[in-house]
Nanobody, 117 residues
Framework: QVQLVESGGGLVQAGGSLRLSCAAS????????MGWYRQAPGKQRELVAS???????NYADSVKGRFTISRDNAKNRVYLQMNSLKPEDTAVYYC???????????WGQGTPVTVSS
């Protein structure tokens, strides 16, 4: 079982930037696709960005051009650079392994992001 710890969230004004970090324990991190998910109040959790073990990326339309996902396999970390933030980006952000339409491991505690207008 991989343990996931997210960090880097906070309060930011619209138009600002944040960089989220996800630390993953375990020996098999590098072989899995990873994703950043978010859950806004009253809404279902959604996948916003993913990256394969080889570095190919995919983004939800709502964040395309503003968010960038990256990974450092040597450090077992995944990052989400978020620019041009909007109030609708307000949510708790989580990382997890991507497996088809689902996820691989238990969720971490997430890191909250609040974007003020």
């Amino acid at each position: 079982q991989v343990q996931l710890v997210e960090s880097g969230g906070g309060l930011v004004q619209a138009g600002g930037s944040l960089r989220l970090s996800c630390a993953a324990s375990g020996n098999f991190f590098t072989i899995y696709a990873m994703g950043w998910y978010r859950q806004a109040p009253g809404k279902q959790r959604e996948l916003v960005a993913s990256i394969t073990s080889g570095g190919s990326t995919n983004y939800a339309d709502s964040v395309k051009g503003r968010f960038t996902i990256s990974r450092d396999n040597a450090k077992n970390r995944v990052y989400l650079q978020m620019n041009s933030l909007k109030p609708e980006d307000t949510a708790v952000y989580y990382c997890n392994g991507v497996r088809g339409p689902g996820t691989r491991w238990n969720w971490g505690q997430g890191t909250p992001v609040t974007v003020s207008s």
